[in-house]
C-alpha cells in the first residue's frame, strides 16, 4: 500500500517536472516553434519588423526603441541579432554628439546604404564657427547643406565606431586629412571617429539598405 503511494507521488513529481521543462524550452524557443508550425501548414512567415530603405531622422521614441533593442541583446539569452533601422541609427548618432554638434546640424537624417552611413544635415555656420572650415568659411552662408558618409565597425566591447571618410558642404568635398579635425569638433574627442553605445555582447555589425545589424559573433 505505502510502495503503491510513494510510486504514484514519484510519477505526479516527474510528470510536473517534464511539464515545467517543457514549458520553459517551449517559451525560450516560442519564435522558432511557431515559424516551423507556420512552415508546416504552409502558413508564409511574415517578418517580424520591416525596414524602410530612406533617410530615418533621430526621435525620441525612436532613441527609445533603440535601447530597448540594447537591452535585449544584453541579456545573457538574448538574440543572437539585432537589427536597428536608419531612425534609430540617427538617434544614436545625434546622442552621441557634442553639444556643439547637436546645435549645428539641423534637419539631421541617415540613410543606411552597403556597408556605410549616410547623414545629411543643415549646417547652422554661427553656431559651428566659419573659422572651423578655414578658407571656405568666409563663402558660407548662414545654412548650408552638409553630407557625410563612411562604414561602422565595433571599435570594443561596448562601443561602435563610424568612421566618416567623406564630408561635403554645398557639394564641395572635403579632403581626407580635413574631415578628422571635423568630426573632432562634432564630438569634443580626438580620434576623427563618431562613437556609439552598444551592448558588450556585439561582436560585429553588417550595414545593408536601410538596416544595421548587430551579431554576438564575427560574422
Known amino acids: 500500500m505505502i510502495g503503491g503511494c510513494l510510486k504514484n507521488i514519484f510519477a505526479a513529481v516527474g510528470c510536473a517536472t517534464v511539464l515545467v521543462l ?28 520591416a525596414f524602410d530603405e530612406g533617410p530615418g ?30 531612425a534609430e541609427i540617427a538617434s544614436l548618432i545625434r546622442d552621441g554628439l557634442d553639444p556643439l554638434g547637436q546645435r549645428a546640424l539641423d534637419s539631421l537624417t541617415v540613410t543606411l546604404e552597403e556597408g556605410r552611413f549616410v547623414m545629411e544635415a543643415v549646417l547652422v555656420t554661427e553656431v559651428w564657427g566659419r573659422e572651423a572650415l578655414g578658407l571656405l568659411g568666409g563663402l558660407l552662408r548662414p545654412f548650408e547643406p552638409v553630407r557625410v558618409a563612411g562604414p561602422a565597425h565595433i571599435e570594443r566591447r561596448g562601443v561602435m565606431a563610424w568612421e566618416p571618410l567623406e564630408f561635403s558642404v554645398r557639394s564641395l568635398p572635403f579632403p581626407g586629412v580635413a574631415i578628422p579635425p571635423i568630426v573632432n569638433r562634432l564630438t569634443g574627442g580626438d580620434t576623427g571617429l563618431i ?19 548587430l551579431y554576438r559573433r564575427r560574422q
Open 22 to 49: 517543457g514549458t520553459m524550452v517551449g517559451w525560450r524557443y516560442r519564435t522558432e516553434l511557431v515559424d516551423a508550425y507556420s512552415a508546416f501548414r504552409g502558413v508564409p512567415i511574415v517578418a517580424a519588423e
Open 57 to 86: 531622422r533621430p526621435s525620441a521614441d525612436a532613441l527609445r526603441s533603440a535601447h530597448r533593442k540594447h537591452e535585449r541583446m544584453s541579456r545573457l539569452d538574448g538574440p543572437e541579432l539585432i537589427s536597428m533601422s536608419a
Open 195 to 213: 562613437l556609439l553605445a552598444v551592448p558588450v555582447t556585439v561582436a560585429d555589425i553588417r550595414i545593408s539598405p536601410g538596416k544595421a545589424t
